[in-house]
């Protein structure tokens, strides 16, 4: 693969991993939170449905974990399993779709799209 690649993969695992150490970070103080005001999931979907700062972050959260995933594991396959060329690369792609698909489902059902 391209070194320039390479790097632009590397470069975008870091920026994803910023994002989502945030995103983690305010998504557990909010499970805290939740847990703390004993809120059942019925009041929490309550309080989500309709809200586009909740729709926002979860999107963004989900756009970050879904680029960061797949190049973090295109580097285990590539150094553990010897795999690599355009079928491991192909792979990380549809993963990476995957992820995205799922992600952003969940967070429209959440919503109440």
């Known amino acids: 693969m391209n070194p320039a690649w390479t790097a632009r993969l590397l470069l975008a695992q ?21 847990v703390r005001l004993g809120l059942n999931a019925g009041e929490i979907l309550g309080r989500t449905r309709g809200n586009a700062l909740f729709l926002a972050f979860y999107s963004v959260f989900v756009i970050a974990a879904s680029i960061h995933a797949p190049i973090g594991l295109r580097n ?8 690599r060329g355009y079928s491991l690369e192909l792979a990380m792609i549809a993963l990476s779709l995957v992820l995205l698909a799922l992600g952003l489902r969940a967070a429209f059902a959440v919503y109440g799209a």
Do not use: S
């Not at 285990?76 to 795999?83: D, G, K």
């Open 14 to 34: 870091r920026a994803t991993a910023i994002v989502l150490a945030f995103a983690v970070a305010i998504h557990l103080a909010t499970i805290i939170y939740a």
């Open 76 to 83: 285990i396959f590539r150094e553990w399993a010897n795999w």
